[in-house]
């Protein structure tokens, strides 16, 4: 996809007059750090340089018009700034309504409508944050077209996750749209959820690629049990702090877990506070190893994370262990885990480049053999947030 491809649609669907804006907003991929950011941890994700790409033009009425290159039979749908309802909505216009809402909730609503047209190269519904790249994208383009320049992007990363949560009804943490509005070429983004101080750590890594792959197991979080994983954490934070002065599970040390675990007196409960913790834990350690250029480290910490995310989050799916487990074996692999929310969507490793061609071959082979399907390969590397773009 390109934004020229995007712009040709542009004037084809919504006609060429009056200025048009261009932008992009990356997915990503996030390399440890999972269920974390809700939990006031640390998250490690890079942005990628695959997302949406957008044009959008001002309108003079309170019309929205939108066009998506990636569902063509949908042909242009529209809607008002008049009809946005919290909850109600669905398919992919739902995220740029859900932004309109949420401008309008933060005290910049909009004087008219717009029309839209995007295209993606990112795989939708892979755990690659597809959704948080059109958030940022709508909420780049909207500060830009309506002059809401007081707002940082911090200030839009905060809208986009605004807009997921009480919009789309999806409680995600931030770590998404952090990522996707902030990253930064060849860099992964450290950051802190509780204080939302972040980092760039240099991903530097010489002789590797960083592997994403997909299951193809369609990650759908809104419904899933993702919301019920937040709320498991939220009780046994609770039980805790009868004992403990602790703000989240990510103030909390690891020593203070094995102490007082017992007094979650659920042993679910217990098994998702302490992925939180230990995760968290791992994330710390990731960061020391990574700028120790001790990639075996960093490789075990991302293998931990999966075994963990497997047993005691329990957000795996047999897909996503196979392509794992099967790396694990592979000599030359560094660190492979699934990667994002879960309940399928993709894993994340980083491979020697010597090995990369026996790394896909294995995968491919081992689960065309179990699933009867074949994952694809996406090589990546880290790159910009959301921004305008010259087209
Ligand atoms: C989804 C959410 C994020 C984060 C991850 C799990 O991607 O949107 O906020 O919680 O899952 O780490």
Avoid at 34 to 43: K, L, R
Avoid at 351 to 374: G, H, I, P, R
């Amino acid at each position: 996809m390109t934004i020229q491809e995007v712009l040709t649609k542009f004037h084809e669907v919504f006609g060429d007059e009056g200025s048009i804006g261009t932008f992009f907003a990356p997915g990503r991929v996030n390399l440890i750090g999972e269920h974390t950011d809700y939990n006031g941890g640390h998250v490690f994700p890079c942005a990628l340089t695959l997302g949406i790409y957008g044009a959008m033009r001002k309108r003079d009425d309170r019309f929205l018009r939108f066009y998506s290159l990636d569902f063509p039979d949908e042909g242009i749908t529209s809607s008002s700034l008049d009809e946005l309802k919290p909850l109600q909505d669905k398919g992919w216009t739902a995220y740029p309504k859900g932004v309109v809402w949420a401008f309008d909730r933060r005290g910049f609503p909009l004087p008219t409508g717009f029309d839209l047209v995007i295209g993606g190269d990112i795989p939708i519904g892979s755990g690659l944050s597809s959704s948080a790249a059109l958030e940022m994208l709508t909420g780049v383009a909207l500060r830009a077209l309506f002059g809401f320049d007081e707002l940082s992007m911090k200030n839009l990363v905060g809208i986009g996750q605004f807009a997921e949560n009480d919009y789309l009804g999806m409680q995600c943490g931030i770590m998404d749209q952090f990522a996707s509005g902030m990253g930064k070429a060849g860099c992964a983004i450290y950051l802190d959820t509780a204080r939302l101080v972040h980092t760039y750590a240099p991903l530097d890594l010489e002789d590797s690629t960083l592997v994403i792959t997909n299951t193809k197991v369609k990650h759908e979080l809104i419904g899933s049990p993702y919301n019920e994983r937040r709320e498991a954490c939220a009780l046994a934070l609770k039980r805790f702090q009868n004992s403990l002065k602790i703000s989240s599970l990510g103030a909390m040390t690891t020593d203070q877990f094995e102490s007082y675990k017992d007094t979650l007196h659920d042993p679910i409960l217990v098994k998702r506070a302490r992925h939180a913790v230990y995760e968290n834990f791992r994330t710390i350690q990731a960061l020391s190893a990574l700028q120790a250029g001790n990639m075996d480290r960093f490789g075990e910490l991302m293998n931990a994370s999966h075994v963990s995310l497997r047993d005691d989050y329990e957000v795996s799916c047999p897909e996503l262990d196979l392509l794992a487990e099967t790396a694990w074996e592979i000599p030359g692999v560094i660190g492979s885990r699934m990667t994002g929310g879960g309940f399928g969507g993709c894993t994340v490793s980083i491979v020697k480049n010597d090995s990369l061609a026996q790394f896909k071959e294995a995968l491919t082979s081992a689960y065309q053999k179990k699933f009867d399907k074949c994952p694809e390969f996406y090589v990546v590397t880290p790159g910009d947030g959301a921004r305008a773009i010259e087209a």
